[in-house]
Structure formats: structure tokens, C-alpha cells
């Protein structure tokens, strides 16, 4: 066994992996596009403009009625909850394990949000934990779709009609995705999505929300642009509400990254079956699992979790990562449960910040956050080497602390 490269021993690979973000001529078209029209800013009307132009091809793409473009997946969160009625007094269930926006939305509505265990196979919310966490003020629940998998709508809906709670599919993780074969906006739940950096479609900053009935669009419409209606007149301001437009710069270059999602959510499917199948059978370790309903997946995070029950002593999750980052591999440590961050209870009112109750009820995020770790997606947009130098380097780091 060559000796790990963390220990001076040589790399599994040292060429660097796909780049981040992705662009060519087509960006720089629709940028100049808008550069020389000369109109640069959010628009107070429904047509008109690259921003429109982004809503309708978005929309489309996702079976939906109709979307909204904002300038970022937090307020596209935010938005989403006020059309949910969702304010100071409510209730909102959310996963345990997921990025703290989705719960910083919620108290920036001044709602509490109310963590609910994960389910161990795809790490997206389980509807098994949905009655002990309804509170009498649940007022709403965010389904997040950790890493691009599609949490259970079937059965997460099907209980939500049942108390009258309003469902939102937390999809920044999720362009592209697909459950029984139809787009998040066919699911019967408004869904928010994240434009910045790191995404799967990106334009630096900026968000979506897929509306589930075109009749929501007047309403929200004026939620994000300060209160004023589409079709009506620019003084006339209806709502109390924020400023969300997307401006028109991006808006032109999400239109370019739109035309390439579906074909690199297919490369990303094909290199994850090749990962899952050389890590398959490797013990201490679980890739995430895929419920068949689940019918794309765009494998934002690729993520697994260590058992450290079949190595030697002080084999931990960030020695793991920092062994496999040595070897020439870019994964990285999985966020904690988020009521094990202070940004969580960070609110009037938010009462002790004792981590440990919601940690009693929540064994299997807390299991993920202490051993989780995950790839990022452009790990998978290169060649099928690259996907066999990353199964080679988590190997032989398990393997020289594997038990004798």
C-alpha cells in the first residue's frame, strides 16, 4: 500500500478538477445584450426584457405555471413564507440538517423554525418525524431537497393537507430535478431556488420561485418589487413589502446557463452510478441513497458518511477529509445540525440555546453532521478518470486505517 500523500507519501492525482462556474460566447452575448439596450435594472411590469424572457424559460424547464425571478435564494425563502402567510407567532417544521438560510428565512419572517430529523437513506426530511414536531401554531414546512435528491412530496404533501399546513420545496440544491418523472413546479408546492456561486446554475448572485398556480404570480410579483402589481399603475403600491428584482445582467447570463443544466445534469447522474458503484461494498462507508421516485438528480453535493466502527482509533470525519484533500480530491466536511449553530436561535424571544433537545429527537442528522462529507458538483463534470482518481483516493485512505 503506497504511503497517504497527508504523510508525504505521492498523490492519487494531482491535475486539478473541472472548473467553476461554466461559461463560453453565450454568456458573453446576453451580457453585451444588455449592456448596449441600455436597461440594466429590475422591471416594475410582467413583460418585457431578459428578466421575463429567464421567468418563462425557467418555468417552463420546471413544469410550472409561472416563476419569479429575485436576487437571491434567501429572499426567494422569504418570499415564498409571506405568500404562506407565514409571520411573528408561527411555526415552521425544516429539516435538521440543512444550510442555515433555510432557517434564517424563517425568523426573518419572525416565525420560529422547528427542526425535524432526516431520513438516513436520502438525507432529506423524514415524514415519519412530521407529527411529533407539529406544534398547534405550525403554520408551514420546508421540504429541502439536500444535495439535489427530491425529498418524499408524496407523503410530505399528503400530511400537509391533512392539518392544513402550507408546504415550500427548499430547491436550491435541486435545478433540473425530477419526481416521477415531472419538474418541481408540477408538485403541487411553490419551490425556491439559489443562483449564487456554487450552484449548478449560477450568475453570481440570485433566486427563483416556482409558483404552483399562475394566479399567485400577481401577488407575489408585488411582494418583490414594493408592492406594486403587475398591470397596474408604477405609483400605485399595494403591499408593504421589499425590493427582490433580479436585475437584467442576470438574468441574460441565466438564460445561457439554462441551455447547458439538462446535459450536465445527465453527465452528473452517469459519473455518480460509477462513484456508487467502485465505493459500493467499501465498508464504513455510505454514499447517499436514491429513492426510485427520483427521477433526476443533479447531484449538487455528492455526499457520504464515514462509520468509523471498522478503522483504527482517531479516525475522525475531518481527518478523513483532510487525508482524501491531500490525495488530490476536493470534498469537504458536511454542515452541523443547524440548532448546533448560533445563528439559529438568534431571535427575540428564541428562549435558551440549549442544542441538546432538538439533538435528542434528531439521531440521524446528528450522525450526518458529525461524519458527513461530500464532493461538489463540478467533480463530476469531468471524465470518467476523474470519478475513478476519487473512488482510488477515498479507498486507500480507508484502507490505511482499516482495522488489521
Not at 37 to 60: D, H, K, P, S
Not at 240 to 265: D, P
Not at 332 to 353: E, V
Request: proline share 8%.
Amino acid at each position: 500500500m503506497s504511503k497517504l500523500a497527508v504523510n508525504g507519501g505521492p498523490p492519487v492525482r494531482t491535475a486539478p478538477f473541472p472548473a467553476w462556474p461554466r461559461f463560453d460566447d453565450a454568456e458573453r452575448r446576453a451580457l453585451l445584450r444588455v449592456l448596449e439596450r441600455g436597461r440594466w435594472g429590475g422591471r416594475v411590469a410582467r413583460a418585457g426584457g431578459e428578466t421575463a424572457a429567464f421567468e418563462a424559460e425557467f418555468a417552463r424547464f420546471h413544469d410550472a405555471p409561472a416563476a419569479l425571478a429575485v436576487t437571491n435564494g434567501t429572499h426567494a425563502l422569504q418570499l415564498a413564507l409571506e405568500l404562506a402567510g407565514v409571520g411573528p407567532g408561527d411555526d415552521v417544521l425544516v429539516p435538521a440538517l440543512t444550510p442555515i438560510p433555510t432557517s434564517n428565512a424563517v425568523r426573518r419572517c419572525g416565525a420560529t423554525p422547528v427542526p425535524v430529523d432526516v431520513d438516513g437513506l436520502t438525507y432529506c426530511l423524514d415524514p415519519d418525524r412530521l407529527d411529533a414536531a407539529r406544534t398547534g401554531r405550525t403554520r408551514a414546512l420546508i421540504a429541502v431537497h439536500l444535495g439535489g435528491h427530491v425529498a418524499d412530496l408524496d407523503r410530505v404533501l399528503r400530511w400537509a393537507g391533512r392539518w392544513g399546513v402550507a408546504v415550500i420545496q427548499d430547491a436550491a440544491h435541486a435545478h433540473g430535478a425530477r419526481w416521477r418523472g415531472r419538474g418541481l413546479g408540477a408538485l403541487g408546492a411553490v419551490a425556491t431556488f439559489s443562483f449564487m456561486q456554487s450552484k449548478v446554475m449560477t450568475a453570481g448572485e440570485g433566486g427563483a420561485v416556482l409558483l404552483d398556480d399562475d394566479a399567485r404570480y400577481g401577488d407575489a410579483f408585488a411582494r418583490h418589487c414594493l408592492g406594486r402589481a403587475p398591470g397596474r399603475s408604477p405609483a400605485r403600491f399595494e403591499t408593504a413589502s421589499s425590493n427582490y428584482r433580479m436585475g437584467e445582467f442576470a438574468a441574460a447570463v441565466l438564460r445561457a446557463q439554462l441551455t447547458r443544466l439538462a446535459g450536465q445534469n445527465e453527465r452528473r447522474e452517469r459519473h455518480w452510478r460509477l462513484l456508487a458503484a467502485l465505493l459500493a461494498g467499501v465498508p464504513g462507508l455510505s454514499p447517499q441513497g436514491r429513492d426510485p421516485r427520483c427521477t433526476v438528480h443533479p447531484h449538487y453535493l455528492a455526499p457520504m458518511v464515514l462509520d468509523p466502527e471498522p478503522f483504527e482509533g482517531g479516525l475522525s470525519r475531518d481527518r478523513l477529509v483532510e487525508a482524501v484533500q491531500a490525495e488530490g480530491i476536493p470534498v469537504f466536511p458536511i454542515f452541523p445540525p443547524i440548532y448546533r449553530l448560533p445563528a439559529f436561535w438568534d431571535a427575540p424571544g428564541a428562549g435558551p440555546r440549549d442544542a441538546e433537545e432538538p439533538a435528542a429527537s434528531c439521531p440521524v442528522s446528528e450522525r450526518i453532521g458529525a461524519w458527513g462529507f461530500f464532493l461538489r458538483h463540478e467533480a463530476l463534470l469531468g471524465g470518467e478518470r476523474d470519478v475513478h482518481d476519487i473512488a482510488d483516493a477515498v479507498t486507500k485512505v480507508l484502507d490505511a486505517h482499516r482495522r488489521r
